[in-house]
């Protein structure tokens, strides 16, 4: 499967996988922005992910080290999606400006993943299942 990257600048770090068998491709800082409420790392990458395929961006590991919490968990980028790749990251409770990561760094890690499209169908009841609609810790701790 291939996916298409386009650098919107010279300078952009090509994303790249760090070791052999790695699922995500890491990300690179190229500009950060701050308001009130976040603190945003653009790429400079924009991607055609291939239809059937989504792109997830999860935070790296790494992101322990700092005091930032990815905004959305994961972001999602759609194959109709063509603008800039950018992470959008709110800053933690006990916020360090020393803590963050810098332009250069690598920041985020994409994964693509194929998808199934389903057809949504309206019933009045679904099939029983020895969970039934149990959640959060019903199964057990």
Known sequence: MNIKIIDKAISTTVPSFQNLGDAGLDLTATSISFTDDYVEYGTNLAFEIPDGCVGLLFPRSSISKYDLTLCNSVGVID???????????????NYNPSKMYRVGDRVG???LVPFITPTINIVSDLSETKRGSGGFGSSGV
């Open 79 to 93: 194959s109709g999606y063509r603008g800039e790749v950018k992470l959008r990251f709110k800053t933690t409770y």
């Open 109 to 111: 890690q994409l994964i």
